[in-house]
């Protein structure tokens, strides 16, 4: 995924524009300074580079590893005036602080209705009933003797960036996009399951319900269920963390987070939609008339660009800077993905790096010189299906601004020419 | 990638089959136990399962997540009776607890040595010198200004399986082929480092160094670092880890990994090999006739059953069994692979699901109903250049059994019909 234009900024990083930052960034990146260091030993090596002055930890420090003590800003981060209590509140992934397109397990953002459910994986049951031939009873063992697959697919909560229908609010695109992560399951089929339970011809619905405390659920229709969807039980390699459903999950393939029930203990199968609380009185967007669209299922095609932004400002100065994002789409692909540094007046292609997966995130780079002027960055994903992502302003004209879920609308940072950033809007 | 047998195997899950393996682990799996427990409940859901009853952490409890505290059996270990002291050994990869093709980033096997430099990532710089036009020095901050690229590659150790070359030693995947973990690089590709600072005609080898006290060098040709060589600042999303090289290692797709030189400090470009330490007394494959091979670099074509395995022995009685495992190549993408459950007289073409990645690992799955006799289970991988995973005798027969590097012949393991499995070898 490359245009023309993407393949020379890729290329052309002159000698010279790399010199140029290297002495606004300080000087670290200059010719000669090699054999300058040879006359005058840099203190910087004598004095403060000490690490290869004595051993470090062994292999037996930390079993389980965890990241560097100097990385300790890489963290979720909560609002905590958005709810009454962590307990039924949310975290964000920290995008700003990552690349490729693999959401670390200790990174990926939390949305708990009751809290997380500590389950002891030998004492959980799932349980198949409802209008099917044999109710069921699986242990976690069961469940790993069915054929099993890997898919890597993002889970976006509907909420995400929702508190930008109303005007830029959020100062980050950790708080304005991080409701988002991505990573690579393990698991079953869910139509293996329901087909040893054995589908009646009326059975048209099927209920997912979450064994915390909250008792999740939503109500899927059967067609979804029987194509994508997944029983899962590892998440990048690994067992699923607590905060994700441990011990197992269920996978709704570009559809709303909501609806990836947690700690799942039972499905029931049935013959309507069963109007739970969380697609009625939740999870419902609320128009400009009053009426309410309901079953808004699918993520719809969405991007942000993740570094320069508020959080993560440009602090080289002026010359070759990378700019990069994410992108996704509930309908399959990211086709392209284009870029402005000027407000949407001209926009680039960029060029997308890394698997290019279905209902996966793509990541994305425009490498380009900054000139030290103020800009206003934007990035627009389009996907296999056609589908293009819409200004704020073409949003709010098809939908109002009442509703708190599925704003997929660009994004606007603006940069300026001390390289800092900012959430703004432009018209 | 599947042929019919596996097909078959996948599909045909038979009601029968499962229920009465069910009925073998202990009656978890049996119809009819939803409506016994409505006329009778259940005590374990009544008394045991009791976290729906209560509200469980929130999202500020762990900033930085970490697994189940049912899962502290899934971590890394070392043998302490291998090396002299921890600063300089190894750890293996859990890969029996694994599943996908991802390696978290706190599993991925450690080995050091002179310890774990802790690099304050401010005032580390990587300098390129020797055979230059002009000789530089980046900081980590000039790295990130160039163009980028994400790639999953494994990394295996040259040393991975060495025990098994004079018969079976270790009695576990994890400590037979622990040495090898596969995760998501962000970085840069080497190539735009070295033209930056412009390789005069005479270089045709360039010597990475680390910054750590054992100074790890290597010597490697022009071509291959031209070629997909990568100076690495993130792994699966987040900056690397510590025991991984933060914050800079050099990526070498697909060859041993004592090349991939950690904490990354410095890279000398020269008209020859340097002949040093880790490439002449260590790292070279002592044959039969006294001589060694030097410079085997690629990690050849290989294979190995995780589950189930003497770590992860059968516990749910006879009936349908997923075996599974992993395969890779340092030549690129994997084709087949094959899998017997018979010692090697028979065998049958197994599923490959996941992402196929060059010079990445890929996951297995053969879906068969055990009958409960004694297997020797094995697995046989050919690569997409045509080269076919040996037999320990075969690979005996050309190198001899002098060697620690390289052994990536075929593994046994067998299943009692208690369902415990051993490391054997059989000719």
Redesign the interface.
């Known amino acids: 995924m490359s245009d023309k234009t993407t393949q020379k900024?890729?290329v052309n990083?002159s000698?010279r524009s790399?010199l140029t930052?290297?002495a606004a960034?300080?000087g670290?990146?200059?010719?000669?300074?090699?054999?300058a260091?040879a006359a005058s030993p840099d203190p910087?090596?004598t004095e403060?580079?000490d690490?290869?002055?004595?051993?470090?930890?062994?292999?037996?420090?930390?079993?389980?590893?965890?990241?560097?003590?100097?990385?300790s800003n890489?963290?979720?981060?909560?609002v905590?005036w958005l709810t009454a209590?962590?307990?039924?509140?949310?975290?964000f992934t920290p995008l700003h602080?990552?690349?490729?397109?693999?959401?670390?397990?200790?990174?990926?953002f939390?949305?708990?209705h009751?809290?997380?459910?500590?389950?002891?994986?030998?004492?959980?049951?799932l349980?198949i009933?409802g209008l099917v031939d044999?109710?069921?009873?699986?242990?976690l063992?069961?469940l790993?003797?069915?054929?099993?697959?890997?898919?890597?697919y993002f889970l976006e909560c509907a909420a995400n960036s929702g508190m930008e229908w109303r005007g830029a609010q959020l100062n980050g695109c950790q708080f304005t996009h991080g409701m988002v992560h991505n990573v690579?399951?393990?698991g079953v089929p869910l139509k293996?399951i329901l087909n040893?339970a054995?589908v009646k011809p009326e059975g048209k619905w099927i209920l997912p319900e979450g064994?915390?405390?909250a008792?999740m659920t939503r109500s899927i229709p059967l067609e979804k269920a029987m194509d994508d969807c997944m029983i899962a039980f590892?998440m990048?390699?690994?067992?699923l963390?607590?905060?994700q459903g441990?011990?197992v999950r269920l996978v709704v393939p570009g559809w709303e987070g909501n609806m990836w029930i947690k700690?799942l203990r039972r499905i029931e199968i049935g013959d309507e939609p069963w109007h739970q609380r969380e697609e009625t009185s939740k999870y419902t967007d609320l128009l400009a008339d009053g009426t309410a669209r309901r079953f808004t299922w699918e993520m719809d095609v969405k991007s942000v660009i993740t570094n320069p932004s508020p959080q993560a400002p440009i602090?080289?100065g002026r010359?070759?800077?990378?700019l990069?994002g994410l992108a996704w789409s509930g309908f399959g692909k990211i086709a392209r993905v284009d870029v402005s540094i000027d407000g949407g007046r001209n926009w680039e292609t960029a060029?997308i790096?890394?698997?290019s997966?279905s209902k996966s995130v793509h990541?994305f780079?425009y490498?380009f010189d900054w000139d030290g002027s103020e800009l206003f960055l934007q990035s627009r994903a389009i996907d296999e299906m056609g589908n293009v992502q819409p200004t704020k302003n073409e949003l709010r004209a098809a939908r109002g601004v009442n509703s708190i879920y599925h704003n997929n609308s660009i994004q606007t940072w603006q940069i300026k020419p001390d390289g800092s950033a900012e959430n703004v809007e432009i018209s």
Request: charged share 30%.
């Open positions: 900024d890729s990083l000698r790399l930052k290297g960034a300080g670290a990146l200059v010719a000669g300074a090699v054999s260091r910087l090596i403060i580079q690490w290869n002055r004595y051993l470090g930890d062994g292999v037996d420090a930390k079993p389980y590893g965890v990241p560097s003590q100097f990385e890489v963290v979720r981060r909560d905590a209590d962590p307990k039924s509140s949310v975290n602080e990552l690349d490729g397109i693999i959401t670390p397990n200790g990174l990926c939390e949305r708990h009751g809290g997380i459910a500590e389950i002891n994986p030998a004492d959980h049951r349980m009933n044999t109710p069921l009873v699986f242990t063992e069961d790993k003797r069915f054929p099993r697959e890997n898919r890597v690579m399951y393990t293996h040893e054995g064994a915390d405390a008792a590892k990048n390699g690994e067992a963390r607590p905060e441990y011990p700690w602090t080289h010359g070759a800077t990378v990069t060029r790096d890394g698997p997966l990541r780079y490498d």
